[in-house]
């Protein structure tokens, strides 16, 4: 069995930073892209940021030049580091992962429960 687990979420004023993490753990033979989505009341979850084997990313158009995605392959762990927070910033953020597990034959995408960013004007 496969668990993301994000952590990280708080409260913060807008123009603050944070920092999320989110953990890969279980049965897993390899991780190809892992990414970031974030859905705020009312809306459609929406991609973030994503980083695939090999280190090449990819942003939303709102947060480039604000955020920056990275992994740590080792540790199986996806960080999303958010500069210059806006109140608009404010959602529920999940982990997503594509993700080999030792006991199946195909890739599957797991997500995180997800964690609350609040950023306060």
């Known amino acids: 069995q496969v668990q993301l687990v994000e952590s990280g979420g708080c409260l913060v004023q807008a123009g603050g930073s944070l920092r999320l993490s989110c953990v890969a753990s279980g049965s897993i033979f390899s991780i190809n892209a892992m990414g970031w989505y974030r859905q705020a009341p009312g809306n459609q979850r929406e991609l973030v940021a994503v980083?695939?084997?090999?280190?090449?990313?990819n942003y939303a158009d709102s947060v480039k030049g604000r955020f920056t995605i990275s992994r740590d392959d080792a540790r199986n762990t996806v960080y999303l580091q958010m500069n210059s927070l806006k109140p608009e910033d404010t959602a529920v953020y999940y982990c997503?992962?594509?993700?080999?597990?030792?006991?199946?034959?195909?890739?599957?995408?797991?997500w995180g429960q997800g964690t609350l960013v609040t950023v306060s004007s």
């Open positions: 997503n992962a594509d993700i080999l597990a030792t006991s199946v034959y195909s890739n599957m995408d797991y």
């Open positions: 980083i695939r084997r090999g280190g090449r990313t």
